[in-house]
């Protein structure tokens, strides 16, 4: 009979071994999305009030019709929300307020944006929010321009 301080030895090591392999993933996952081009950091919410409930931290990938968003801290490969280009608008800007700020990346400017999803607020770096309003400016021919209020 195996003596229980060896299972539990045993099951320790398969939990760290477990855990090590998910932040592997974790790892390799960022860095493919990030890789592929035109990614940058980008917190979500659903809500509209100004409160550090409901933010989720993630990433955003252009595409030439809409931006893809991920989770940061997903295994999925597949992109939480699509954020069409003729149909987001994106409306003031303000900094984080309160228990807010320590639930976004420093430095991130918070949008009000209006889409087909239920993302009501966009947490971006203020470089990566005027990418976001060129890119949405830029739209082709026909995608709805100028929706930046």
């Known amino acids: 009979m195996v003596p229980l301080w060896l299972w539990l030895v045993d ?9 090590a392999f998910l932040l592997v993933a974790l790892v390799v996952r960022r860095r493919w999305l990030t890789r592929r081009g035109g990614a940058f950091e980008m917190s979500v919410n659903r809500h509209p009030e100004a409160s550090a409930r409901g933010w989720m931290l993630g990433i955003a990938v252009y595409r030439s019709t809409e931006i893809e968003w991920f989770r940061g801290f997903s ?7 699509r954020l069409p280009r003729g149909a987001v608008q994106i409306d003031g800007r303000r900094v984080p307020q ?6 976004l990346h420093d430095s991130h ?3 009000d944006a209006q889409s087909p999803t239920p993302i009501r607020q966009l947490a971006l770096s203020p470089s ?11 739209s082709p021919p026909g995608q709805g321009v100028n929706n930046v209020l």
Do not use: F, N
């Open 11 to 19: 099951s320790l090591a398969l939990l760290v071994a477990l855990s």
């Open 75 to 81: 295994l999925s490969p597949r992109p939480k929300y």
């Open 98 to 103: 309160g228990a807010e700020a320590y639930a």
């Open 109 to 111: 400017v918070i949008v």
């Open 128 to 138: 990566s929010l005027t990418g976001l309003l060129a890119w949405l400016e830029s």
